[in-house]
Structure formats: C-alpha cells, structure tokens
C-alpha cells in the first residue's frame, strides 16, 4: 500500500504540507466560527488528530479535504460543547476591526460584514467555493447536499450580498 | 434559455457556465452585464474572505508531543484481561448483503475520526459520563476499557462514538438512536469490518478490523447499553 506519509521522511513531508495548508485551514475555520481564537483552537485541534492517523492518508491530494473535513467535525463538536453566545455581526467585525483597519480597504471590510452576517448555510458553501475552489458538486459531498440544494444556497448567498452591498439585485428573483 | 434561468446558474456558479449558458450570455447584453457584474462580486468576496492569519501558527511534528506512544499490544491484553464476560445474547443473525449506505457513512465517519482508533489509554470517565448523558444511554459493567468517547454529528444527530479495547484490537462503536435498521448488517469496506444490529430505539454500529471478534464484541456491547427513554 502506498503510503506517503510513513517513516521519518513521511513525517517531514506531512509537517511541511499541513504548514502550507493552514492558511486555507485557518480562514475555513475562522469562516465557520467567525472567530478567530476558535478557529486557532479548531485548527490546532484538527491538525493534532490528523498528524496521528497521517500514516494511513495513501495519497497527498487527498489531504486537503480531508484536513478540512476534520476542521469541520472539530467545529462542530466544540460548536455542540461550547453552544456559543449569539453574537451580533457588528461586535464579530469589531473585533476584527483592529487588527484588518490599517491594513485593508474599506470595501473589503464592507464585504466582510455582509458574509459575516450571512446564515451559516449560505456561508459555508460560498467560502467552499470562492475561498477553497471547491466545485458544486465537492461542495455537495462534503455537507452532504444535493448538487441542486448547494446550487441554490450559493445563489442566494450571492443575491443578499448583492443587495446588502447595494449592487442591484432588482432584476434577480430568489 | 431563458434569462432568469441564466441568472440562477450564473449567481450560483458563475465560473462554470454550460454551454447554453454561455450561448445566451454571448446573445444578451443584460445577462452579460449581470455575469460580469458577478464575476466583480466574486474578486471582492475571496479578498474578504482572506483574513490575515495568525504568525503563530500551531506546529505539528514530533517536537509538538503530539506524536501517541507506541502501541503496545500487551497492554490491550491486559486491558482486554479486566473485561467482564457479558451474557451471550445468542448467535446474531449476520447478513451478507451488499453496502449500505448507512455502513458506508459509518465508516467514512471513522476515516474522518482518525486519532479515535490510535488511543489506547481509558478516556477520562468524564468525558465518558458527558458523552453518554448527551447520547441518552448508560453503560453497564462488562464492555470493557473505553479509549475514546466523543459526541459526534452524525447525519443530522449527535451520537456517542466510543472506541473499546478488546483482546484483538480496539473496536468502534457508534451509537444510532435515530437509525433503524430491519436486521443486523454485516459488511466489509476500506479495510474495516462491521455490523450494524438492530437496538434500542435505534441501532448499534461495531466496527473493527479483527473480523473473528466481531460478534463476541456485538453481544457484549448489546448487552452493555441501556437506553434512556426519549
């Protein structure tokens, strides 16, 4: 059997790998949590679990998705752990603000606060796709959707951005 | 095709367009506004969608300590030594029949679970307690050392995932309060061996890979769990 990730070599090729994944690992848990010491917490937890069972992983394309996909089980047990406070999107972007002000435009903070006040069903599968290059159907497998479901989510996550960011939506219908 | 039809492929997916799609947009000057007017969309949203990330960054590798000790089998014997013989509940029914689709989700839920088979040493009773309180069940004595016990969503639930030691190796089992199953399932995939037995309200899933264990370790965990009413 094929395995990549055996042996001493193994390790150092999987340690290098989850690096240059933990941008992306982190903005999809951030995205999820939409804060950014859960995310930490989620991303941190994941990669522990993931590097313990790597020596099973028999293919190196597989392990983007798999690592999110524990991100995602691991949000979701701290999420059902934690039952997190409702919070309102304007203290979310507060308390970004700090950090992003000095660094980013103001349009992207605009579009930001749009996506943080968007459902968690619209979200998802817009970061999936936007941020992850997940195609519809991928999108399907990993929430466990139909290909239609996740096509209508995505458009309507685009449709409310379009109207919270005042970009005429009128001749759209939901 | 039509324009609203257009624009719902085009607002949900506006990079893969079909060939229809892309034939109405070339003969529209309003859906071709809209697709562009999407695609501008989109470049704001992945610039949003980039937050900055932390320096800080959690490192993985030996030097982590997040490395399990070895596996030593000696001490599952040992452990599988403290297990209370259960009462034989009668040869089970095993039916040869081909994947379920419930099986297959079991079992792709334990690749995506992947420390749960390689801890050995008993999860906290606390935890344990947690997880069957939140699973509505309770345990008697007899189904041995439990390694791992987790709440884990599963299709749309939240189930006990517990990992047991037994003399051949651990053993995983879920708990399915909301999954029916007519008559015990038994099946093979990606390495792993199962059955799905009919329980409670709901069924048990047992999983290993020491396929001659399977039933002994069935009956025990049958045995062992005690449902809560809903």
Redesign the interface.
């Known amino acids: 059997m094929n395995a990549p990730f055996a042996g001493k070599n193994g ?1 150092s090729a ?2 290098r790998l ?2 240059e994944l ?2 992306d690992l ?2 999809f848990a ?2 999820l949590a939409r804060d ?1 010491q859960v995310a ?1 917490d989620v ?2 937890e994941a ?7 790597r020596e ?1 992983l028999t293919e190196t394309g597989a392990v983007k998705p ?1 690592l999110l ?2 991100v995602r ?1 691991e949000h ?2 701290l999420f ?2 934690k039952r997190f406070e409702t919070v309102q999107v304007d203290e979310l972007v507060g308390r ?1 603000s700090p ?2 002000a000095v ?1 980013e435009r103001q ?3 605009e ?2 606060r ?2 943080l006040a968007l459902e968690d069903d619209y979200r998802e599968p ?2 999936l ?3 992850m290059g997940y ?2 159907e991928e999108i399907a497998q990993q929430l ?1 959707l139909t290909r239609g479901a ?3 989510r ?2 309507r996550a ?2 409310r ?2 109207r919270q ?1 005042g ?2 939506a009128a ?3 939901e | 095709m039509e ?2 039809e257009f ?3 085009a ?3 506006p990079t ?1 367009l079909s060939p229809d799609a892309r034939a109405h947009c070339d003969g529209c000057l ?1 859906c071709a506004e ?1 697709l562009r ?2 695609l501008v ?2 470049e ?11 320096d800080r ?6 030097s ?1 300590g ?3 000790p070895a596996i030593d089998r000696r001490r599952w014997f040992a452990l599988a030594a403290s297990i209370v013989a259960g009462v034989a509940v009668g040869s089970l029914l095993w039916v040869a029949g081909p994947r379920e689709s419930l099986a297959h989700a079991v079992v792709e839920h334990m690749s ?4 749960a ?2 801890t050995e040493s008993p999860a906290a009773p606390s935890q344990v307690e947690e997880v069957l309180e939140r699973g509505r069940i309770r345990l008697r004595p007899g189904i041995g050392t439990v390694s791992y016990a ?4 599963f ?1 749309g639930a ?1 189930v006990p995932h517990l990992v047991v030691q037994t003399d051949a190796g651990p053993v995983t089992v879920m708990v399915l309060r909301n999954e029916k199953v007519a008559a015990p399932v038994r099946f093979d995939e990606q390495g792993y061996s199962g059955a799905i037995v009919p329980a409670g309200p709901g069924s048990i899933a047992v999983i290993g890979t020491a396929r001659a264990n399977l039933d002994q370790v069935a009956e025990r965990v049958l045995e062992a769990v005690e449902w809560s009413r809903d």
């Open positions: 390790e999987f340690a989850c690096e933990r941008p982190f903005r951030f995205w950014r930490e991303v941190q990669l522990l679990r993931a590097w313990r069972s099973g798999w996909t524990i089980r979701a047990r059902e752990r970004e950090e992003l660094t349009e992207v903070l579009v930001r749009a996506i817009l970061v796709q936007v941020l195609s519809t466990g996740v096509l209508t995505l458009f685009r449709h951005l379009r960011l970009l005429g001749e759209e219908a | 324009c609203l624009r719902k492929a607002g949900a997916d893969h309003r809209y007017q999407t969309l989109d704001k949203i992945l610039a949003a969608l980039r937050v900055p990330v932390p960054g959690p490192r993985i590798g030996r982590s997040a490395v399990p995506h679970e992947p420390d088979m390689t987790s709440s884990c969503p299709r939240t």
